[in-house]
């Protein structure tokens, strides 16, 4: 199943109820804490958005809007390039995405832009000494800009990085 110790297991297990316990008060009933136990990325997403199955790798998840045409994807990765300031955004030219906004700094990048009609929105920190890069991907249709713009300023600002279970 899994080669996690269990004081790793009981610590991941014990942040997320911590968390989870305080989100209501915290945050408000409308946004809910996401963390993903393997990387330590974290971001507060929207109630009402299911997520997808998770991966095997158990690297992430995926969830929906309710109208299934904006996702939010929050992930974590090993930082390919640990010596580098700021991580890279390697997906920029992988999927064809280029950026009308980018910026860099210590430990995180963001870059956004326009791709067939989908505002993309993507911010990437470093963290566990710029070994572990805790991702957060937003997607949604430019015609609802208006409508999402104060969401996605929320969950944008609530992502944070940990270590996970490579403490």
């Known amino acids: 199943m899994s080669n996690r110790s269990p004081t790793v297991r009981t610590r991941a297990i014990s ?4 968390v989870s316990a305080l989100s209501s008060a ?3 009933d409308d946004l809910r804490p996401y963390l ?3 990387f330590g990325s ?3 997403v929207p109630n009402d958005w299911p997520s997808l199955p998770p991966p095997e ?3 992430g998840l995926i969830f929906v809007s309710p109208d299934q045409r904006a996702r939010i994807t929050v992930s974590g990765s090993f930082n390919l390039s640990p010596g580098d300031d700021a991580p890279v955004l390697s997906a920029q030219s992988a ?3 280029q950026p009308t906004y980018a910026k860099r700094g210590k ?6 832009g326009v791709k067939d009609g989908t505002i993309i929105y993507r911010k990437t920190l470093t963290s566990c000494h710029g070994t572990i890069s805790n991702d957060l991907d937003i997607e949604y249709p430019i015609a609802q800009k208006a409508a999402y713009n104060r969401l996605v300023g929320r ?3 609530s992502l944070a990085g940990g270590c996970g279970i490579y403490q």
Request: hydrophobic share 55%; no cysteine.
């Open 107 to 112: 430990g995180w990048a963001i870059a956004s």
């Open 36 to 38: 993903n136990a393997r």
């Open 95 to 97: 999927d064809g995405f």
């Open 15 to 18: 942040v997320a109820l911590a």
């Open 155 to 157: 969950i944008a600002a």
């Open 26 to 28: 915290a945050y408000g």
């Open 57 to 59: 790798n158990g690297d």
């Open 42 to 44: 974290y971001a507060l």
